[in-house]
Structures are given as C-alpha cells and as structure tokens.
C-alpha cells in the first residue's frame, strides 16, 4: 500500500460524502464541523470541551468560536466539569437536542439512500471492509487503539525531540504568559548545554508521548552544588493537562535522581505558574528562596524549590 492509494482513497470518498452531504443540504444552517460537533454531544453523557477538541482533532479556537456562537444560539449550555474544575463541561439544551435528532435524521435517510444504489449481496462486504479500516486506523468505537486514548508513555528523546522542546516552552510561554524571546534564548542555551556534554548515567530527558505525538517533557540534569540534581523545563501541552501527565515526569525525575544517588533535588520556577508550583508541593519540594527579578519582558517573583531525596524516601 501506498501513500497515493490513502490519497486516492481520501479524495474518492471526500467527494462522496460532499456530494451525500451538501448536496441535500443536510448540515444546513450548519457547516460540516458544527454538525460534528452537534453529533458528539448529542451522543455523550458528559463531555467537556478539551473531549472534543481531542476527539474531533479540533484547533482550539477554532472550536472556541463553535461553542460561543451555539452558545449564543441556545443550543448549549457550559458549567465546570464534576470530574476537573479546570474545565468546562458542555450540554446540549433541548433546544440544541431537537437540532442534532434533525440532522440525524436528515444523516440516515441520505445514507439510506445511498445504501439503496448498492447491490444487497455486497452490502455485507461493505460494511466488514469499513469495520476494518476503522479498527486498523485506530477508531476505539470499532475497537481499535483510538489515537485520542492511546496511552501516554514516557520515553527517552528521538532525533528532533530537543528541538521540539525549545520551540514548544517558547511557543507556549509566549502566549500563555506573554514572556518574549529572551526565554526561548534561555531555554535554548539549556537544551543546547545538555546536547552537547551530558552524563547519560547522571543526566536524563523525558518525552511524554500519546499515538506518536509528544504531549510533555522534562530533563534531569547536574547541578553546581555537589550531590545535587536539578529539575528543568517541565512542560505539558494545554490539550494534556489533567491527565497526570505532569505528576508522572516529576515522579520520573525524583526516581532517577534518587537512584543514581543524588542527596537533593532543585529547582528553579516562577510564581506565576501556580499549576506548576501546587504539583511541586505536592510531590514533597519546599520553597527555599523567592526574588523578584526582571525577566522574559515580565516583573516576575523567581522562586527556588528543593526536594531531600533522603527524607522523601523515608
């Protein structure tokens, strides 16, 4: 198999169901997307809208603007999430309900139709190759490994990775907390340091990885002060938050650290990440020393943290 038979594949199959579709103005008021995203909820007991960003392979935004403009239009309602405060959970109104049976409805009498042009003996075969190209693709509703539940596992840098983690901590620093370029330069000159001269029995990197895709990041590398280690550049992208992402590459850095000796563990934040500093705390770091500094074109308060590896064993 080739990559031109997906793309062949992919075209045949987009201009059908275009023509299935919109020729009938079945998503109408809606576009493609909305319906999509009508369908989801109608089909969840609970969902929030990083759920449907993952399942749907939707930009943020993008689906921001879905949400607010349904929203606006009665169709949805949005509340905390029961399972994370940190996010929203979204609803259907009735209003919204009666919507998506609507689209259904219009959905299964266009499929009806073209099921209808397709000879009845071939119809088993049809539907056991779609099954199949669903579960090998990864569809967990076809039983295969869905790529938006795959499992997250921690592993050691591929060529590129290093790069990925300068451009994301910038990328993601900038427009979270509007730091500049002086800390993508900074993050660069750690990444760089540990490329170039590091000690694979002393010093470590972590990707957090989902279905191929990095999702975090940490390093372990030496610290100045004999017997101790520093904890640097932890990183989870906003997609993966609240999934523990976060509380397994500090437990994989204590665990290293620990077991190849080192007496203390550091570390070096700002208090404006508060996600980051209520993961520390809970992981047995102690705040050692705090100053406020001018840096990433922000006033900011640079806090120390320290873990005894020692005590914390005990």
Known sequence: MTVQDVRAFNRFYTNLIGALDYGRHL???????EARVLYELAHSADTDAADLRADLALDAGYLSRILNRFEEAGLIERAPSAKDPRRRRVSLTERGRSAAELLDE????????????VDPGARPRLAEAMHTIRTILGDPRAGGEGVGRAEVVLRDPHPGDLGWIVQRNAALYAAEYGWNTEYEGLVARI????????DPHLERVWIAERAGRP?????????????????????????????????RLVT?????ARGVGYRDLVLWTNDVLSAARRLYRRHGFVLSAEKPHRSFGRDLVGQDWRLDLHTAAE
């Not at 990444?191 to 590091?198: C, G, K, L, S, T």
């Open 27 to 33: 998503y109408a008021p809606y576009t493609l997307t």
């Open 106 to 117: 219009r959905a299964r009498d266009s499929v009806g139709t073209l099921l209808g042009g």
């Open 191 to 198: 990444v760089a340091d540990y490329a170039e001269d590091h």
């Open 215 to 247: 999702l975090g990041c940490v390093m372990c590398v030496r610290d100045d002060a004999p017997g101790t280690a520093r904890l640097r550049l932890l990183l989870v992208e906003p997609e993966a938050r609240g999934l523990g992402i976060g509380d």
């Open 252 to 256: 994989a850095v204590i665990d290293f």
